[in-house]
């Protein structure tokens, strides 16, 4: 058992702002089809917290890790709106792929989140562990 991963990452945007749809036409068929690609608020959030995964590697790492993973997830909103916490996992499993720290996000088999009070900015702190899926 390895000791836990710990990261402080900004608030992300919610799945609902994660894709962009493209809509293009197909003059053959004549139809019109969608595509899903990262919005742009999605990839510039990728690209802040890939420095923020790198700033707080540990000197003496394991990354990218393996194995099955626990992840805890302490969620701060940025302001006091509603909002539906699992909206930001897909966001947070992403750049843990993207910036190194996992080698894939099917190797999370079990979440916890938390949420605290609001707070200007936002953030998440994401702690990871190695689990025993032997004793699960």
């Not at 626990?70 to 992403?94: E, F, H, Q, S, V």
């Not at 910036?99 to 989140?113: A, M, N, S, T, Y």
Request: proline share 10%.
């Amino acid at each position: 058992m390895s000791a836990p991963t710990l990261l402080e990452l900004p608030y992300p945007p919610s799945v609902n702002h994660y894709w962009t749809p493209i809509v293009r036409f197909n003059p053959h068929t004549r139809m019109h089809y969608a595509t899903l690609v990262l919005s742009p608020a999605a990839k510039t959030y990728h690209e802040e917290t890939g420095w923020f995964c790198l700033s707080q590697r540990p000197r003496v790492h394991g990354w990218p890790l393996y194995g099955a993973l626990m992840l805890t997830l302490r969620i701060t909103p940025p302001d006091g709106r509603r909002r539906d916490r699992d909206n930001i996992l897909k966001a947070i499993a992403d750049t843990l792929v993207r910036g190194g720290v996992i080698v894939d996000d099917e190797l999370i088999k079990e979440i916890h989140l938390y949420s605290l009070p609001p707070m200007n900015g936002g953030r998440v702190d994401v702690c990871i562990e190695m689990i025993d899926q032997c004793a699960a």
